[in-house]
């Protein structure tokens, strides 16, 4: 009888040690997941293409050069750039980068620029909306500040934001979660103000009135901030993504 109850007693403790784990496995499975989402994205882009870190002021005024000259190369060479795929147009735009600035983009291959807009084949095809639900989720680790970076991007998608609009809630959400954010996730915020900067700069110049659409300012901004880990490519991606929503909008 008692040998009976002492091995009543270990079943139900291995039972009950069993159904434990598997309570703080399934609280815990969201966040493994979003990790192994993490991983398998970046590791989907080659080591070279990733391998220098880029200061956040010079993220934003690389953006705009990248985009200017290759305009510029479109001009000289008479090519009629919105007759262009966007994966016609990413080439070009990978070998202006690599010409004037090869010490950043010698390295970045152009399968990786490609593998960032391989869902879309012309410029209409294309809006921040499905790439980033699509795509650059896939990059943003779990985490509470990540969540509401989530958050703050998805608010825009449902109301029509001005420049300013942008600044301010930007500045809101660093000071929401001033005291979170990892050495990373600074580096993002930092990428993010600086390509916004830079962005609504550049296409004031190009579009009227004055205060540029906001799709192009957000689309770079987002997708320049969210890739800013990846370095060189994701200056590329940022400024790729921008150029290709002014194609689109000026169709």
């Known amino acids: 009888m008692n040998i009976t109850k002492k091995v009543r007693k270990i079943t139900l403790g291995i039972l009950g040690t069993a159904i434990l784990a598997s ?3 399934a609280c815990n499975n969201d966040e493994v997941s979003g990790d192994s989402q993490l991983n398998n994205a970046r590791s989907n882009i080659s080591v070279a293409s990733k391998s220098v870190k880029i200061a956040p002021d010079e993220v934003g005024y690389l953006h705009n050069q990248c985009i ?3 305009e510029k190369y479109f001009e000289e060479n008479n090519i009629n750039v919105k007759n262009l795929t966007i994966k016609e147009y990413l080439g070009n735009m990978l ?20 593998s960032f807009f391989a869902d879309y084949t012309n410029y209409g095809d294309y809006t921040i909306e499905h790439h980033f639900e699509n795509k650059l989720k896939a990059y943003i ?13 998805e608010e825009k998608f ?21 005291n979170e954010f990892t050495s990373e996730e600074i580096y993002r ?11 609504n ?35 590329l991606a940022g400024g ?12």
Do not use: C
């Not at 449902?158 to 001033?178: I, P």
């Not at 997708?223 to 994701?234: E, R, S, Y």
């Open 95 to 114: 070998i202006v980068a690599k010409e004037n600035y090869p010490q950043h983009f010698a390295d970045v291959k152009e399968s990786d620029l490609q």
């Open 240 to 251: 790729a993504a921008s150029a290709i929503t002014y194609y689109r909008i000026t169709q």
């Open 201 to 235: 700069t550049l296409w004031s110049t190009k579009t009227k009135p004055k205060d540029p659409t906001i799709d192009m300012l957000f689309t770079d901004t987002l997708t320049a901030a969210i890739t800013a880990g990846l370095g060189p490519l994701g200056v």
């Open 158 to 178: 449902s109301f029509d934001y001005s420049y300013s609009d942008l600044v301010m809630n930007f500045q809101r959400f660093e000071e929401e979660n001033a």
């Open 141 to 153: 680790s779990p985490s509470t500040t990540n969540n509401s970076f989530i958050k703050f991007a």
């Open 68 to 70: 200017l000259l290759t």
């Open 23 to 25: 309570g703080l496995w």
């Open 189 to 199: 915020n930092e990428v993010f103000k600086s390509v916004l900067h830079n962005s």
